[in-house]
């Protein structure tokens, strides 16, 4: 089983980035899946979160309206699109899946969990 993060890195305050998240080893359209992410010198965040189908959708009120997740079951990826990024927005973003909604950071909560991408917000 793996998640694997791509798209991060170093973007001006207000600037755009697209994370995605290459699924393998399990049925992915099967699972609920999440972004979690974890600032530096804090805890993770529960960020947002997508149903098995696509249509249904979740966000912590502090990326509402900013961020926006997706999915494509064909390919196996889900993705997020992070806009109108703040300094408050660095940490490094993590995929995880589950067959349930739950809206945790507590990451034994999740049956697979990514390995990582860094977003720093800087100018």
């Known amino acids: 089983v793996q998640l694997v993060e791509s798209g991060g890195g170093l973007v001006q305050p207000g600037g755009s980035l697209r994370l995605s998240c290459a699924a393998s080893g399990f049925t992915f359209r099967n699972y609920c899946m999440y972004w979690v992410r974890q600032a530096p010198g804090k805890g993770l965040e529960w960020v947002s979160g997508?149903?098995?189908?696509?249509?249904?959708?979740y966000y912590t009120d502090s990326v509402k309206g900013r961020f926006t997740i997706s999915r494509d079951n064909a390919e196996k990826t889900v993705y997020l699109q992070l806009n109108s990024l703040k300094p408050e927005d660095t940490a490094v973003y993590y995929c995880?899946?589950?067959?349930?909604?739950?809206?945790?950071?507590?990451?034994?909560?999740?049956?697979?969990w990514g390995q990582g991408t860094q977003v720093t917000v800087s100018s």
């Open positions: 997508i149903n098995t189908g696509g249509g249904v959708t």
């Open positions: 995880a899946a589950s067959p349930h909604y739950i809206r945790t950071w507590d990451r034994a909560a999740y049956d697979y």
